[in-house]
Nanobody, 122 residues
Framework: QVQLQASGGGVVQAGDSLRLSCAAS????????MGWFRRAPGKDREFVAA????????MYADSVRGRFTVSKDSAKNTVYLQMNSVKPEDTAVYYC???????????????WGQGTLVTVSS
């Protein structure tokens, strides 16, 4: 069973860039969809972005489309979330997880890793 660990969070200023990593220990099957989610203070966890491992097809939440990019390094068994032009409302704990459905539905994802905190100051 794949275990996922998100890292790369920190404190940045609005307009800056940051790259998060999601390292997988164990096999990422070609059928897997790797997703990024976030939970802002006082809010529910929400979908951010996802990528199908086999063909790198991606999808994004409206709030991040055009600013965030999800990618992978197969050799490192790692998924990335490149965050550009960050905004204070991007402040949250970011998580990665896996699914076998190409979906934004949080409930369809499993193997949630520990999150990494991103704080964006204005």
């Amino acid at each position: 069973q794949v275990q996922l660990q998100a890292s790369g969070g920190g404190v940045v200023q609005a307009g800056d860039s940051l790259r998060l990593s999601c390292a997988a220990s164990g096999r990422i099957y070609s059928s897997y969809i790797m997703g990024w989610f976030r939970r802002a203070p006082g809010k529910d966890r929400e979908f951010v972005a996802a990528m199908r491992w086999s063909n790198t097809r991606t999808m994004y939440a409206d709030s991040v489309r055009g600013r965030f990019t999800v990618s992978k390094d197969s050799a490192k068994n790692t998924v990335y979330l490149q965050m550009n032009s960050v905004k204070p409302e991007d402040t949250a704990v970011y998580y990665c997880a896996a699914s076998i459905q190409f979906t934004m539905q949080t409930s369809e994802y499993f193997n949630w890793g520990q999150g990494t905190l991103v704080t964006v100051s204005s």
